[in-house]
């Protein structure tokens, strides 16, 4: 049974660029969830995907964007990076129809900016 | 006030002892609550979840949940130098059409020999 999955493992970009983070979900999963954490803090939640639709946004700026695929992947970009954008980006999977609540992480992609 | 409060430790404890640690939330809209174990350059890793007030048990580790104090912990038995690690606890609920995971900061656990 495959676990979430997500690419890149690593990546350096510089301030002003565009970066897209992909996700696959746990086998059996519909949603989504996509978690920014800095160094030395908890989660914060960036958006949810289900049925290809961001149901829910948490306080992020639109340099943040999304977008879930039939086959239920999801894709995170950010846009015009800032130095402040470095972290660890995690990816969360869940089942809709269980009621979402049990979450299972990827093992994250780490930008740094620079 | 943050949604979810923990301290951040380091809490050290003697290997076989019991870790406990602590979580506080203040949004009663939450419905249930999880702990996660990560290990320094990790991914956050499902320990486990509660729903009900009372204690859950699985293993060596025990959660608790008091709803009406705003409550969570997570008690590990015969605490091993493997469970050096920092424990997210996280409270979930719906936000409008979606289901949420709000955490803390973390606790950072240190069992010594």
């Known amino acids: ?114 | 006030q943050k949604e979810v409060e923990q301290n951040s430790g380091p809490l050290s404890v003697p290997e076989g002892a019991i870790a406990s640690l602590n979580c506080t939330y203040s949004d009663r809209g939450s419905q249930s609550f999880f702990w996660y174990r990560q290990y320094s350059g990790k991914s956050p890793e499902l320990i486990m979840f509660i729903y009900s007030n009372g204690d859950k048990e699985d293993g060596r580790f025990t959660a608790q949940l008091n709803k009406a104090s705003q409550y969570v912990s997570l008690l590990i038995r015969d605490s091993q130098p493997s469970d050096s690690a920092t424990y997210l606890c996280a409270g979930w609920g719906y936000r409008g059409t979606a289901s949420k995971l709000t955490f803390g900061t973390g606790t950072r656990l240190q069992v010594t020999l």
């Open chain 1, 1 to 114: 049974d495959a676990g979430v999955t997500q690419s890149p493992t690593h990546l350096i970009k510089t301030r002003g660029q565009q970066v897209t983070l992909r996700c696959s979900p746990k086998s059996g999963h519909d949603t989504v969830s996509w978690y920014q954490q800095a160094l030395g803090q908890g989660p914060q939640f960036i958006f949810q995907y289900y049925e290809e639709e961001e149901r829910q946004r948490g306080n992020f700026p639109d340099r943040f964007s999304g977008h879930q695929f039939p086959n239920y992947s999801s894709e995170l970009n950010v846009n015009a990076l800032l130095l402040g954008d470095s972290a660890l980006y995690l990816c969360a999977s869940s089942s809709w129809t269980t009621g979402g609540d049990t979450q299972y992480f990827g093992p994250g992609t780490r930008l740094t900016v620079l």
